[in-house]
């Protein structure tokens, strides 16, 4: 199964990294931070918990797993209107407000991934979707029918929950692993992070720290992902850490897009 948007920070790319570091075994899998969710829909563990903050995205899943082919109904809808006035119609999408159903919300919310700008989901300070239009003219493949069916039947055994990373600790339990991808702590201070409309601060990078160590005690898993900051490998320092390559691939400057360092961080070793 592959994601169905396209998201700040997507994994698909490190999922060889990710897989050779699990733990051997585990009870439950949970994802904190889910995105786009490459690494749950790779993974398909029969036991699984995912979470995000963000409202649009839950919605998105929970309509996906509820009734996904009244999500592409109001995505055909879509794009017959943008087929005749793109422009006008993403705009016209992009400010509105006012849903017939949470399905059409759904089918707003992976419409606008599909047709705006390098696919990129971001927010502004009001948590209104902020991306311009991509300025092609004839809608794009939006879904695949039957990864759109493969997933509907797999989160139907998925618990899903829309809540800040901290309200999560009383579900976590022992020998659970917990897969965490939280926004990434700054490279520099010309690097742009915040998508969400929130910036997630160097004192929210050690809150979630605390946050580690309380797994830990619970006698479950971590893996953290992030950059390889100097930052955040004296925060972790207690901990195991091994830094992978990934690629950058939503700057909207095309050459700013390439290699860099992020690390790996567990409370186990592999």
Not at 11 to 36: A, M, S
Not at 108 to 132: A, E, M, S
Not at 135 to 148: C, F, G, H, S
Request: charged share 30%; proline share 3%.
């Amino acid at each position: 199964m592959k994601p169905i948007v396209k998201w700040v920070g997507g994994k698909t790319q490190l999922l060889n990294d990710i897989k050779q570091r699990l733990p051997e075994k585990f009870n439950r899998y949970i994802e904190l931070f889910v995105g786009g969710g490459a690494v749950f829909l790779n993974l398909q563990y029969e036991k699984t918990i995912i979470n995000d903050l963000n409202s649009e995205l839950i919605n998105m899943y929970e309509c996906i797993r509820d009734n996904y082919i009244e999500v592409i109904k109001y995505i055909e809808i879509f794009r017959i209107k943008y087929n005749s006035n793109p422009r006008k119609f993403y705009y016209e999408l992009r400010s509105l407000e006012k849903y017939q159903n949470d399905f059409e919300r759904a089918a707003r919310t992976i419409f606008l991934n599909k047709t705006c700008f390098n696919g990129l989901y971001r927010q502004n300070k009001n948590h209104k979707f902020n991306v311009p239009w991509n300025q092609k003219t004839i809608a794009p493949n939006i879904y695949e029918l039957d990864n759109l069916e493969e997933i509907s039947t797999f989160l139907k055994s998925v618990k899903i929950l829309n809540l800040d990373f901290k309200d999560t600790l009383n579900l976590v339990k022992k020998n659970d692993f917990v897969y965490i991808d939280p926004p990434y702590d700054k490279l520099n201070n010309n690097t742009f992070a915040n998508y969400s409309g929130n910036d997630f601060l160097r004192f929210q990078q050690e809150e979630l720290k605390i946050f580690c160590d309380e797994i830990s005690k619970k006698g479950a898993f971590f893996m953290v992902s992030n950059h390889n900051t100097e930052f955040i490998k004296d925060l972790y320092k207690e901990y195991s850490i091994d830094v992978v390559m990934a690629k950058r691939n939503v700057n909207s400057n095309g050459q700013k897009r390439g290699k860099i360092e992020e690390v790996l961080i567990t409370n186990y070793r592999k």
